[in-house]
C-alpha cells in the first residue's frame, strides 16, 4: 500500500492512501507530496457527539463532494507518479529490471534470473535516482563476487518516448564507466531499438620516454 502525505503537523502527519482514506499518522520527517509505503497510525480516542447541536445538512454535503473531489485528484496523481515511464534491463548474469518515472526515480526493481533476485534481495531502492541504483547494484555484484575484471555489463533500454531512450542510452553507460574507472575495467554494452553499441574501456595513458 502506498501513501501520499497531504499534511505536516509538528507530532503528526495525515496522508492519503491508495484506496482513497485519509489516515493520521505519526510524522516521520516527511514532506507534503511525499509518497510512502508504511506508516505508523495513529489511533483517536472516539469522541462522543455533543448534545444539543445539529451541523446543517447543506454544508455537510459541501464539505463531502470538496473531500471526494480532493481524494480521486489525489488517488490518480499517486498513481500516475508510481507508473514506469521506461525500462532498463541490466544484465552480469545476474539480471535485473529497473522501472523509472519521469524524473528517472526507480519506482520498481526485480530480479529476472536466480542471480537477479539475489542481488536485489533486501536493496531498498525507493526514492533513489537511477544512476544511484544501477552504481549500487554494481557494487553489490562485485561484493558478491558476479562482477569482475574484464567483465561485461548489457544495458537495454524500452520506453515509449524514444527521446528517453536516446538520451538514457547515452547518458548511462558514460556516467556508469566513469564510475567504474577507478574500480574495474568492463565493457559496457548498450542495447536500444537503434541497435547494439559497446562502450569498450579506454587504454591507459602512457608517459612518453625520457629523452637524455
Not at 574495474?184 to 569498450?200: C, D, E, R, S
Amino acid at each position: 500500500m502506498r501513501y501520499m502525505v497531504v499534511e505536516c503537523h509538528l507530532s503528526y502527519a495525515v496522508v492519503l492512501s491508495e484506496d482513497g482514506r485519509f489516515l493520521k499518522v505519526a510524522n516521520l520527517h516527511y514532506e507534503i507530496g511525499q509518497v510512502v509505503s508504511h506508516v505508523v497510525e495513529m489511533r483517536q480516542p472516539e469522541r462522543q457527539p455533543e448534545s444539543g447541536r445539529r451541523v446543517p445538512v447543506r454544508w455537510i454535503t459541501s464539505m463531502a463532494a470538496a473531500a471526494a473531489c480532493l481524494t480521486l485528484v489525489a488517488v490518480a496523481a499517486l498513481r500516475v507518479g508510481s507508473l514506469p515511464y521506461g525500462t532498463i534491463y541490466m544484465e552480469i548474469n545476474p539480471d535485473v529490471r529497473i522501472d523509472v518515472d519521469r524524473k528517472d526515480r526507480v519506482v520498481g526493481l526485480e530480479g529476472m534470473n536466480c542471480d537477479g533476485e539475489a542481488l536485489v534481495e533486501d536493496y531498498s531502492y525507493r526514492r533513489k535516482d537511477l544512476e544511484l541504483v544501477v552504481d549500487e547494484l554494481v557494487d553489490r555484484a562485485i561484493g558478491m563476487d558476479y562482477l569482475h575484471e574484464g567483465g561485461e555489463i548489457t544495458l537495454s533500454f524500452d520506453g515509449d518516448d524514444s527521446q528517453w531512450v536516446e538520451s538514457r542510452s547515452e547518458a548511462l553507460p558514460e556516467q556508469l564507466a566513469e564510475y567504474l574507472d577507478q574500480k574495474l575495467t568492463v565493457t559496457i554494452t548498450v542495447k536500444n531499438n537503434t541497435g547494439v553499441t559497446a562502450y569498450l574501456p579506454e587504454p591507459a595513458a602512457q608517459a612518453p620516454p625520457e629523452t637524455q
